[in-house]
């Protein structure tokens, strides 16, 4: 069953752990390759106060990122990117309570599942559904999926156009 779109989500503010930096970390390593504008983005909100974040958390998810990841690697997958989306979200997400459930309560692994959907990061989506995804963004029509895993569940977003409405639901 899905939430009113008009429903307002108070996240907590998390524990600042080891943990909490290193889950970002973790996450942005995961999306560097396939999905580099969503790596942009979801840096640049863990560097603003998005998620809560300390300063000093903020400064370490950068140092561990520059630790392990090589320059050249860096500068190959973020040399050429743009800010430009694939799809917009022009009304606010409908989330299934099951996704609400599954996430975690400051909105971080929303936001990276937003921004990787909206970017055309499909690279755990199907390669039937990526074609039709290309057909629903060049026509203006159809329904954009994209599919993620997150820990032991699998969360579909879709975007239904022309009417933007963008639902995560659990498949």
Known sequence: MLNETTRVINYSKPQK????????TEELLTILHSSPKAFVYILKLACSNAFNLSEED???IIDDLSE????SELESALGSIDNSTLI?????????TDVIQVLDED??????????????????????QALLNDIAVKTGSGTYVTSYKQGDFHIR????????QTILELR
């Open 58 to 60: 903020a400064f370490r």
């Open 88 to 96: 917009e979200l022009k009304k606010r997400p409908e989330i299934s």
């Open 157 to 164: 977003v879709s975007t239904n156009l022309p009417s933007y």
């Open 107 to 128: 909105g971080f692994q929303l936001a990276a599942l937003l921004a990787r959907h909206t970017y055309g990061d499909m690279s755990e989506t199907s390669d039937d």
């Open 68 to 71: 392990r990841v090589p320059q």
């Open 17 to 24: 752990t080891v943990e909490r930096y290193n889950f970002i």
